[in-house]
C-alpha cells in the first residue's frame, strides 16, 4: 500500500509558505497502514500537474494532491484534472447551498459567481463534503488508482482528510500495520546516544527500523515496525523499549504518540491537583504558549508573564531596581525572583521563569550571547540552572523552551 | 537557471517533521534569479535517492539536497553520494578540528568516532563549512549539474546556504532577475477581492504573474515579476502596486517583503516613541511571542500577561470577579478592562487584548465557540470589537492573532 502526496501551488515553490499539510496527511495515512513513499511539490502549471500524475500513478495506488481549488484564476487543479481526465464539469446543487450558507454566516461579502462556480465538479468526482470551506474535494477512481483532490487550506484539508479521504481509504484497501514509537530524551547528542545504544541497536529485529531525530535540546528515537500483525508488532516494540531503558533510562521523558511532554506536564499537574505559572524574558510567551494550546489547560495552568523589556520585571514582577542592577538582569538571581513572584502573585504551586541574551546584540545586559537562566519554583525550593545555547537567536529561544520542559518534567514526573 | 529540492529523510515522509528547509532555500535562491520548479521528499535509501538525482539532473542545472548527514546509521547521503560519483571519502583534518572545537565548546559530552568520521567527505566535493555543527556541506558538479548536499538541521542548514552556497552560485551562473512583491491584505475575503480588481488583474503585462494566498484573516496577493533588466521589472511592479491601490487602498497594510505586519508596528512605536503592552486570554501568549521575536523589540515592547485562567484576570490584572460575574469573562467588557490594566500596569501608551472561547468546549463561559473580543487602548480612549471566528481551535486562535496585528496597523499607521 503506496501512496504519494503532490502539493500543487507556487508560493511553496518560491519559499512563501511551508508546506505544512504534507506531514498532516503522512501521519494519518500511517496510522491506517498506508505508507507515503514520495512527496512532491510543483507549481500551478497545468504541464508540471500532468507529468507529476503521470509519474506517481507508476508508482502508487493513492494519490492525494493539495492545493489549487480556490475560486480565482490561479487556481487550476480542478480544471487540470477535468482535463486529464478527458471529463466534464456538472454542477452539484447541495454543494451551491452549502457555499450559500458559509456566506450567510461567517463571511461578511456578498456571495460571488467565483464562489458559486466552485459547486461545480468533474462528473467522474465523488464529492468530499468540506465542512469549513468553499472548495469541495473530489475522489476520482481510475485503473486501481485513487486520486483525491484536496483544498490546500490546512484546517480545511485536515477536516476533510480525516471525516472524508480515510474512512473511505479503510474501506477501499487492505492494508498491513505500521506502528511507530518514537521515544523523547532530553540533554544527550544523538551520537553520545548511538554509542551508549550500539549493541541494542544492532540487535534489533529486521521489521523494526531505528531513527535519530535530533532537534535543539532533545533527540528523539522513533521505532517503526511494519507487519501483517499488529499483535507481533506491538508486543515486540514493547520489548524493545523496556530493553532501551537499561541503556538510556535517565534521559528518557516519554513517548512522542502517547503525549507531548507539555501534555504530560499538564497530565501531572491535573492528577496532583496543582496548579503553574510562568514568567518569561528570553522565550518572549512561547512557554505560555505551549502550556495554552492544549485545550483544558486553564485547570493547571494559571497564567503568565511577559517581562520581556528590564523594566517590566520591575512593573509587573515587583523586582527592585536595585535587585537588578546589583546582580544584572541576565542572572540566576533575577530568574529565581521571576519565578517566586509568578508563584507568589498567582498563587500556584509552581512557576517557571527563563531569562537570558538571544542576540543578535547584547542588549540591557553584558551577558554572552547564548547565555539563558531558568527557574523553578516548587512547593518547598527553587531552583536555578545556567546555560550557554550558543547563537543563532533562534536556536536560543528554542533550546530555552526545551529545557524549561525537561527541566519541568523531571521534577514532576521523575 | 532551474534548481530542485531533494529533502531526505524517513522522519518527513511519515509525518514527524514538517520540512520548513525547502521554503528557506526557495526564498533564498529566488532572491538571486534562480528558480526552484520541483521540491521532492524521499526516505532514506540509496535506491530513491539515486532515482531522485537522475531525474532531478534532468530538469535542473542546481540539485540541493538536504538531510542525512548525521553520524548514526540511519544517515546515508554522504555514503549514497560516493557511490553515486564512483568516488570515495577522503579525511579532512581542518574540519577534524572543528568538531573538536565544537565538543569542548558546547557539548558536554567526549567526542567519539562517529562524529570523527563527519570530516571524511568524497575526494570531488569541495567541503561547504558548517559553522554550528559538525557534519560539513558539499558542493559537488558533473557534467554542467552542481549537486550541493546540505545538513538538515535548519539553523545549520540556513547559515550554510548564506554564507557557503548561495556566494558560489552567484559566482558560477549566469541569472535573470526574479523580483517577488507581496502585498498584505486584511480583511476581505480571496473572491471578494478577486472581484474588486478584476480588471486591473486583466491588464497586468504578461512578465508579471499574479497569485492569491488566503489565509485566516489576512489574503496576500503576490505579484512575481521575470526577466533580463531588473529595473524594468521593479518599475512596472510599483506602477501596477500604485495602480492595485485605487481598487483597494483601504485593505492594504503593507508589503510582506519589506516588513511584517508587526515589524511595522514596531518600527512605527520606535518612531513614535511609544510603546504598548498585551494582555492575552485566548491567544495564551502568541501575540507576545511575535513583538518578542523581532530582535530589539524590547525598545517598545515592554511586557504581557497570559491571563489564561478566569481566576489570573483578577490576580494579575485586578478586574473583580464581581465585575467578572457581571459580564462574564468572554465579553467586550472584560477585554476593555485587561487592555486598560495592562496599559496602566506596564505604564504604555498602547495596550491589546484578547479573550474569547477557541473550543472545543465551551469552558469558564457561556459565549459561543469561535467568538473572541479583542480591545485596544490607545492614549485617547479603549476601542472593543467583536467576532466568531468559528471553527476548529487552531483556526479561531491564528484568526485573533491576525485581526489583533490588523486592528493594531489601522490605528497606528492609517
Known sequence: MQAEIITIGDEILIGQIVDTNS????????????????????????????????EARKRSEIVIITGGLGPTNDDITKHTLTAYFKDELIKH????????????????????????????????????????????????????????????????????LQKEVLPKITDRFNRPFILHKTVLTYGLGESAIAQKIESWEKNLPSFIKLAYLPNVGKVRLRLSARGPEEEVLQQELEKQIKDLHTYIGDIIKGYEEEASIEEQIGNKLTTLQQSIATAESCTGGRLAAKFSAIPGSSNYFRGGFVTYATQSKTQILGISPEFIKKHSVVSAA????????????????????????????????????????????????????????????????????NKSLELLYDILIK
Open 93 to 160: 446543487p447541495k454543494i451551491e447551498r452549502h457555499i450559500e450558507e458559509l456566506f450567510e454566516k461567517h463571511i461578511q461579502t456578498p456571495i460571488s459567481n467565483l464562489n458559486r462556480q466552485q459547486a461545480l465538479l468533474p462528473s467522474k468526482a465523488i464529492a468530499l463534503h468540506n465542512a469549513y470551506g468553499t472548495a469541495p474535494g473530489m475522489w476520482i477512481e481510475e485503473n486501481n488508482t485513487v486520486f483525491i483532490s484536496l483544498p490546500g487550506v490546512p484546517y480545511e484539508m485536515k477536516a476533510l
Open 23 to 54: 506531514a498532516f496527511i503522512a501521519t494519518e495515512l500511517n496510522k491506517i497502514g498506508v505508507e507515503v513513499q514520495q512527496i512532491t511539490s510543483i507549481s500551478d502549471q497545468a504541464e508540471q500537474i500532468i507529468s507529476s500524475l503521470e
Open 334 to 401: 533575577i530568574t529565581k525572583k521571576m519565578a517566586e513572584r509568578a508563584k507568589t502573585i498567582l498563587n500556584t504551586d509552581f512557576a517557571i521563569a527563563t531569562t537570558g541574551n538571544a542576540g543578535p546584540t547584547k542588549g540591557d545586559s553584558d551577558a554572552e550571547i547564548g547565555t539563558v537562566y531558568i527557574a523553578i519554583a516548587t512547593p518547598l525550593e527553587t531552583k536555578e540552572y545556567a546555560f550557554n545555547f550558543g547563537q543563532p537567536r533562534e536556536k536560543v529561544t528554542q533550546k530555552a523552551v
